[in-house]
């Protein structure tokens, strides 16, 4: 049986998040009562949205965010991986493992679905996998079992010689959408007008720009181009730290929670973190208040964290009056307010490792890494803060199928789905990302 919302799996009754939507969708569909995950288009294949006419995130947190007409889009995968079954597809990519030994390193980050990041060499968060991506300098070809901008830090991380390829291409980021080059440069233009570019008598700059992980490889070269890093949510308080002691104030992007969650933290007044939307003069704000500010936060976000609330938190204490809720630093800031805990995917899991038997957790990340956790440490009870099952968009479009595929090509010298990112945008970005290596959480 699929996990019941609200309670923790355990390691006898662990099933994937995939087979659990299919087992509640078919139930949900035989019982006419609402569904318990977000979409019942999340049982089908991601195969089938391959083809879709308008660019789009495909079912899950992210399906009502609106994809760019940019979008990258993924070509119709063989009909052989198509109607493979689980264990025939398991045969064969073990088979490509073996077949290419050293030659090929698999990435999985922490989001990732079980019968994907089982065949990982390196599982993390963004911040481990870069780092990961630049630690099998012999691997001819780097596989990463995650999305987009992760795929776009890995190339620019690895050697010339390595070929990083994208399972699915359709695998992007609707957060890292919301902030594009050509706005983010317009956006600095008027405060480099309004505030000037002369640093002050410290030797400070008006406005040091710091984008997170979750952003196109051109915004990272802009940050590299114009003073400024890369963050994760595992180091970004010392990278607002290492930013503030270079500049009077950040310009902070795509994610406005993990921008404030860290700032308020840190004593940063919410009145002096204007929100920067792009789509108005100014953002929206009057001179004075971008004057005052110390942190300019764009108007970006995760779709999956955004669907933690005060009231799932409420009411898992009703529940469990000994829970600990530990959330992500990119829920909204009443949601990490009203939890004990803030921190990135990596800091979740370590609370969990080293909590006491018997301990029990209500979670707010993705559901995949939930349920895995849940699985791992089944001494405790872990559950998810969201009773819907509602993973990350764009992490469910990788599948064993796609992963097949461009093993199985590279067995037969083909390169698949290869992300490179020009020289140009990637020796700018290399510099704010080896600033961010150089922060340590």
């Known amino acids: 049986m ?24 078919r139930e949900d569909a035989e019982a006419a009562r609402p569904a318990s995950v977000c979409s019942p288009q999340l049982a089908q294949a991601p195969w089938a949205f391959d083809a879709m006419p308008l660019p789009g995130y495909g079912p899950g947190a992210s399906m009502n965010d609106t994809a760019p007409p940019a979008t990258p889009r993924q070509g119709e995968l063989p009909e052989e991986y198509r109607t493979a079954s689980d264990d025939e597809l398991d045969r064969r990519i073990l088979t490509a493992k073996a077949t290419l030994g050293d030659s090929v390193v698999i990435l999985g980050h922490f989001y990732q679905r079980d019968e994907v990041v089982r065949y990982a060499d390196f599982v993390g968060d963004s911040y481990q996998l870069a780092r990961a991506a630049t630690e ?67 030797g400070r700059l008006p406005v040091i720009p710091v984008t997170y992980m979750n952003s196109s490889a051109a915004l990272k070269a802009f940050c590299g181009d114009h003073g400024g890093i890369v963050c994760t949510s595992s180091n970004a308080a010392a990278v607002l730290r290492w930013a503030f002691e270079r500049g009077q104030r950040v310009l902070f992007f795509p994610d406005q929670h993990l921008g404030r969650n860290t700032a308020k933290a840190m004593g940063v007044p919410l009145e002096r973190m204007p929100m920067w939307n792009p789509r108005k003069n100014l953002g929206g704000n009057d001179e ?18 955004k669907r933690f609330s005060v009231a799932q938190i409420d009411k898992a204490r009703a529940d469990h009056p000994a829970v600990r809720v530990i959330v992500h630093p990119e829920c909204p800031m009443p949601v990490v307010d009203a939890a004990d805990e803030a921190g990135s995917t990596d800091y979740i899991r370590k609370a969990i490792d080293a909590a006491a038997p018997g301990s029990t957790f209500a979670i707010g990340t993705e559901i995949n890494m939930v349920n895995r956790l849940a699985a791992q440490y089944p001494q405790h009870t872990i559950f998810c803060l969201d009773p819907v099952i509602c993973p990350c968009s764009t992490m469910y479009r990788i599948h064993p199928g796609y992963l097949a595929w461009v093993l199985e090509g590279l067995v037969d010298g083909r390169v698949e789905n290869r992300i490179t990112v020009p020289d140009g945008v990637a020796d700018s970005a290399r510099v704010a990302l080896d600033r961010m290596l150089a922060v340590r959480p």
């Open 2 to 25: 699929p996990h019941a919302p609200g309670r923790a799996f355990s390691r006898e009754n662990h099933v994937s998040i995939s087979t659990a939507i299919e087992l509640i969708s």
């Open 136 to 202: 099998r300098p012999d691997a001819e070809a780097i596989v990463f079992c995650g999305v987009h901008f992760m795929a776009e830090t890995a190339d620019i991380l690895s050697t010339p010689a390595q070929r990083v390829i994208l399972p699915n291409l359709a695998a992007g980021c609707s957060m890292a959408d919301m902030a594009d080059i050509d706005s983010v440069s317009e956006c600095w233009d008027q405060l480099t007008a309004l505030l000037g570019s002369d640093p002050d008598a410290d």
């Open 288 to 305: 004075q208040a971008l004057q005052d500010s110390r942190v300019i936060l764009w108007h970006g976000f995760c779709s999956v964290h």
